[in-house]
């Protein structure tokens, strides 16, 4: 219900996040290229440097996310043009200060691999009652079992009213075929119960259409 599609067998998310580099018009080309697929959902990244990284400690690092930031003005004008396009709108969130800014645009939420355990985000997400997608890249099965019981200790009826998935990913870019591990797709779907998709980060589509074949649905 949450994560079907009305044109392809899985959820089709096209990827924006900051390949804008910050340049904001750049960022309009991609969205609106992305707009223009039979994708059926389009992500951003959205935050704020000052809340990501600590700028006394890794001022190189910070300078680098300061260059690829949005404003606020300027990630919502991005997802009134993916409405205007009759996409539904995706978001990655790293800061949990912006949630609320960005709520009645956002259809679909994600965590990214590096937040699993953020449970300041997630809960908030949670009581938001939206569909919730989470990649699990850098995860254990321990550490994601328990992200959900947490979850399920915030909102019981939430993970099995479908609201839930989690994608199968490596975090590596890019990720060689051989490291995709495509079994794990079944494995997290007999393990967990919830809906399985893959965060593909691979040249060309051969790798996705076999987690396809193997039963992801995002």
């Given at each position: 219900?949450?994560?079907?599609?009305?044109i392809?067998?899985?959820?089709f998310?096209?990827e924006?996040?900051s390949?804008?580099?910050g340049?904001f018009n750049?960022?309009k080309k991609?969205?609106?290229n992305a707009?223009?697929?039979?994708?059926?959902v389009?992500?951003?990244?959205?935050?704020?440097a000052?809340?990501?990284?600590?700028k006394?400690?890794?001022?190189?690092?910070?300078?680098h996310?300061?260059?690829?930031?949005?404003s606020?003005?300027q990630?919502?004008?991005?997802?009134?043009?993916i409405?205007?396009?009759?996409?539904?709108c995706s978001?990655?969130?790293w800061?949990?200060e912006?949630i609320?800014?960005?709520?009645?645009?956002?259809d679909i939420y994600?965590?990214?691999?590096?937040?699993?355990?953020n449970f300041?985000?997630?809960?908030?997400?949670?009581?938001?009652?939206?569909?919730?997608?989470?990649?699990?890249?850098?995860?254990?099965?321990?550490?994601?079992?328990?992200?959900?019981?947490f979850?399920?200790?915030?909102?019981?009826?939430f993970?099995?009213s479908?609201?839930?998935?989690?994608?199968?990913?490596n975090?590596?870019y890019p990720t060689p075929k051989e490291?995709?591990?495509?079994?794990?797709i079944?494995?997290?779907?007999?393990?967990?119960?919830?809906?399985?998709g893959?965060?593909?980060?691979?040249?060309?589509?051969e790798v996705i259409t076999?987690?396809?074949l193997?039963?992801?649905?995002i």
């Amino acid at each position: 219900m949450y994560f079907t599609s009305k044109i392809n067998p899985v959820l089709f998310i096209a990827e924006v996040g900051s390949n804008h580099e910050g340049n904001f018009n750049e960022a309009k080309k991609l969205v609106l290229n992305a707009c223009n697929t039979d994708s059926d959902v389009v992500k951003l990244q959205i935050f704020t440097a000052e809340n990501l990284i600590a700028k006394k400690y890794d001022n190189k690092r910070f300078k680098h996310f300061k260059k690829l930031e949005l404003s606020v003005s300027q990630n919502k004008q991005l997802f009134k043009i993916i409405k205007l396009k009759k996409k539904k709108c995706s978001a990655s969130i790293w800061d949990v200060e912006q949630i609320d800014l960005f709520k009645n645009f956002i259809d679909i939420y994600k965590i990214g691999s590096g937040d699993i355990h953020n449970f300041e985000i997630i809960k908030k997400v949670i009581l938001l009652n939206k569909p919730l997608i989470i990649s699990t890249g850098l995860s254990t099965i321990k550490d994601i079992s328990i992200t959900l019981s947490f979850i399920k200790s915030i909102n019981k009826k939430f993970i099995s009213s479908g609201k839930l998935a989690i994608l199968h990913c490596n975090t590596a870019y890019p990720t060689p075929k051989e490291d995709s591990h495509l079994g794990t797709i079944k494995f997290f779907k007999k393990k967990f119960n919830i809906e399985v998709g893959y965060s593909d980060h691979s040249f060309g589509d051969e790798v996705i259409t076999y987690a396809y074949l193997l039963g992801s649905k995002i």
